[in-house]
């Protein structure tokens, strides 16, 4: 059974970090590429950030560039997203994804996590 699992959401004060995890379970994780997105209450869905499979290119947002990070470690099945100087409108669910980089992109996958949710607030 495909799954991808989230974890380590919360709450932070503005300007914190949290490091978001995403473990694959029932396919290997290093044959796709993996993305992150989010979605806020009364908000469109959001992409965040996607990796690639093999030759390492990355995407991210305006909203997040220059503050959050994607990196993955193939040999435990996971992709992390490094979030620092986190900002209230950060605050959302955080949901991962996998399948080609297109396609994570577009958020077209069938393949996503139930999402682990983010609160940044004072």
């Known amino acids: 059974q495909v799954q991808l699992v989230e974890s380590g959401g919360g709450l932070v004060q503005p300007g914190g970090s949290l490091r978001l995890s995403c473990v694959a379970s029932?396919?290997?994780?290093?044959?796709?590429?993996i993305g992150w997105f989010r979605q806020a209450p009364g908000k469109e869905r959001e992409g965040v950030s996607c990796i690639s499979s093999s030759d390492g290119r990355t995407y991210y947002a305006d909203s997040v560039k220059g503050r959050f990070t994607i990196s993955r470690d193939n040999a435990k099945n996971t992709v992390y997203l490094q979030m620092n100087s986190l900002k209230t409108e950060d605050t959302a669910a955080y949901y991962c994804l996998a399948d080609t980089f297109a396609r994570v992109l577009a958020g077209t996958t069938s393949y996503w996590g139930q999402g682990t949710q983010v609160t940044v607030s004072s």
């Open positions: 029932g396919f290997t994780l290093d044959r796709y590429a």
